[in-house]
């Protein structure tokens, strides 16, 4: 995660002649590979197979971990590429410099600035384009966006630059809700206040009730030229469905003003309902798709990204005894999720919260099942007509999107290394490790590091089929290691610490290896 707020620091190499000079643009971070960005973008929590051995309210607390973890997709890809176009390209039109700077950094990049070019700099009326996130609730649309956004520090701190005195907080990028009743004055003070969160302002204190919409407009585009937002993210879209025709019509007007004369990068995120409301007003739907429109559907069955996700969080388990992935028990967790992401996550935190609570240990498909049913009752209907195609608003959509979809671009090599996937061989290493370790410092007082080198030479000379004969060949190993440094030991005492650490080894029955 970035920091919040970071100090200026300049980057003025760049092959796109209209960065340079800008120091909105030259203070952002670098780019980065695509491998890069999907180990950036993956968000995995820790897991130890001590975690399965914990005290059962222990393990009830760690099945709050399913819910942070984040597996990227194709689509992820494409939000952080548009976002940064928006950030980036949205920043040539409002560069704070004169141009006898932006000019001296070109020259210092060897760029010639002509007549043509100058002119061309200083006459173009850029344009700025946001885009859209869109899919069915829980598909990981403002997760996405959000992971994307945390490669950015929210506010950089600027002093001088170039010898010319700049003092201003740059703030990149600001999230804010759409507001339940679809107003512009709801948005502006959510904007406000949101700018108070981040900056420590008091913008949104000095908004009354009495204050007209007009002046709220005015004080909030104030602001946010003044603070040079990067772009600006407005969640839960769909909201302005649900409001009158007149009031929709207005945050419509709003939101263009704001890409049009504030030259701010919008980027909407919601569901598909919003799409009613683009096709009503061209000049919104022409801003809002400038840098195409991310569609975030279910993932589907036996697809490369459904079973992906699914042995990327199977892994995490807190069960005491390890339930095997089938193939029927992809199935289930599938079709009861309906390939929502999220709701996939739930489910099966909550298949191990009934398994813990009850003692069982253990579940199976009829359990999955079963907890879905109990658990999620509310959403049945929804996925069952989702899963059998009779949802009217799920065939809405897909009418909506006759375009075809983002090709995958994630090669999953990429990913291999880092979805941690959790397979039995591992699992034999780890547990043989726990016991081999504890052996060890038990019968020879040896410290912990010792003991760590040694169970792990144990187990590439003799695996794991026989723990008997790699548990006495780690044996014979560090007696001969113990023999060899004896003479030393005097010289290196073992530290109060490292015996403490071996008490409660000890105690819990394995070595922190």
Not at 444 to 451: H, K, P, Q
Request: proline residues 5%; negative net charge.
């Amino acid at each position: 995660m970035a920091l919040k707020t970071a100090p200026a620091k300049y980057r003025e190499k760049t092959a796109i002649t209209e960065f340079l000079g800008n120091p909105l643009i030259a203070a952002l971070p670098d780019g980065i590979s695509q491998a890069e960005m999907l180990r950036k973008l993956m968000k995995m929590p820790p897991f130890s197979a001590n975690d399965r051995r914990a005290e059962r309210s222990t393990r009830l607390d760690l099945l709050s971990r399913i819910s942070t973890i984040h597996i990227p997709y194709a689509q992820d890809l494409f939000i952080s590429r548009s976002l940064s176009r928006c950030i980036s390209w949205g920043y040539v039109s409002r560069n704070p410099m004169p141009f006898d700077v932006t000019s001296g950094v070109m020259e210092a990049n060897h760029i010639a600035v002509t007549p043509d070019l100058g002119n061309y700099l200083q006459e173009t009326v850029f344009p700025v384009h946001g885009f859209s996130v869109l899919g069915i609730s829980g598909v990981g649309k403002t997760c996405s966006v959000l992971n994307t956004l945390s490669f950015y520090p929210q506010v950089i701190k600027h002093t001088e630059y170039n010898g010319v005195p700049f003092h201003c907080s740059q703030l990149v990028w600001l999230r804010v809700d759409c507001p339940g009743d679809g107003s512009p004055k709801g948005l502006c003070i959510a904007i406000l206040r949101q700018l108070d969160a981040v900056l420590g302002t008091n913008y949104g204190s000095e908004v009354t009730d009495r204050i007209g919409k007009d002046a709220l407009t005015s004080k909030v585009s104030q602001c946010l030229c003044s603070h040079h937002l990067g772009v600006l993210v407005i969640d839960d879209i769909q909201n302005l469905t649900a409001v009158k025709e007149d009031t929709t019509s207005v945050m419509l007007s709003f939101l263009i003003y704001l890409m049009e004369t504030l030259a701010i990068p919008v980027v909407m995120v919601g569901t598909p309902k919003v799409l009613s409301l683009f096709q009503q007003e061209f000049q919104l739907a022409k801003r809002a798709t400038g840098d195409g429109t991310v569609r975030m559907n279910l993932l589907p069955e036996n697809s490369k990204e459904w079973n992906r996700f699914i042995k990327g969080i199977w892994r995490y388990q807190f069960l005491s005894a390890e339930v095997a992935l089938t193939p029927e028990m992809n199935t289930a967790f599938y079709r009861e999720s309906i390939g929502n992401p999220f709701l996939c996550a739930l489910l099966y935190k909550l298949v191990q919260d009934d398994a813990i609570t009850s003692g069982d240990e253990t579940f199976t498909v009829d359990d999955v099942r079963k907890v879905a049913g109990e658990k999620l009752c509310i959403t049945t209907r929804m996925r069952t007509n989702m899963l059998s195609g009779n949802d009217e608003e799920l065939r809405s959509y897909e009418l909506m999107w006759q375009a075809p979809q983002i090709p995958p671009e994630i090669d999953d090599s990429i990913l291999t290394a880092d979805v941690p996937k959790y397979n039995e061989a591992a699992n034999e290493a780890d547990e043989l490790a726990s016991l081999i370790g504890s052996e060890l410092i038990k019968r020879f007082n040896v410290n912990i590091a010792m003991a760590a080198r040694i169970t792990k030479e144990a187990i590439i000379a003799k695996g794991c089929q026989n723990q008997a004969e790699t548990l006495g060949y780690a044996v014979t190993l560090c007696q001969l290691v113990s023999q060899s440094e004896e003479p030393q030991s005097a010289e290196n005492p073992v530290k109060t610490e490292e015996k403490t650490e071996q008490k409660n080894s000890q105690t819990t029955g394995e070595p922190q290896l």
